[in-house]
């Protein structure tokens, strides 16, 4: 079992910077794939941005292509989402997901093991 858990959310002004992470309780996440999706109220789950198992690709959804960076550390202890230049429209719950396989999946059902969320608000 993987449990996954977010860190580094907050309220921020539009054009500001966030940075997120992600790790696994008391296990690193080697050669695990790793995403993030987030959900804004009234809205449905969606992806955010990938890294394969491999730490060979990346993936992004196409709102936040070239604002957001996903990036795992040396040690495999964590995982990264770098967001800046937010806007408002970024405002959501932020969850990490990690799936056995190597690839990034953009559907939710493809990832095994979730976080519980961390919240991200973007004034304007």
């Known amino acids: 079992q993987v449990q996954l858990v977010e860190s580094g959310g907050g309220l921020v002004q539009a054009g500001g910077s966030l940075r997120l992470s992600c790790a696994a309780s008391?296990?690193?996440?080697?050669?695990?794939?790793v995403g993030w999706f987030r959900q804004a109220p009234g809205k449905e789950r969606e992806f955010v941005a990938g890294?394969?198992?491999?730490?060979?690709?990346?993936q992004y959804a196409d709102s936040v292509k070239g604002r957001f960076t996903i990036s795992r550390d040396n040690a495999k202890i964590a995982v990264y989402l770098q967001m800046n230049s937010l806007k408002a429209e970024d405002t959501a719950v932020y969850y990490c997901a990690a799936r056995s396989g190597i690839a990034v999946q953009t559907s939710l059902g493809a990832w095994n093991y979730w976080g519980q969320g961390t919240q991200v608000t973007v004034s304007s």
């Open positions: 008391g296990r690193t996440l080697r050669s695990y794939a």
């Open positions: 890294i394969s198992g491999s730490d060979t690709s990346t």
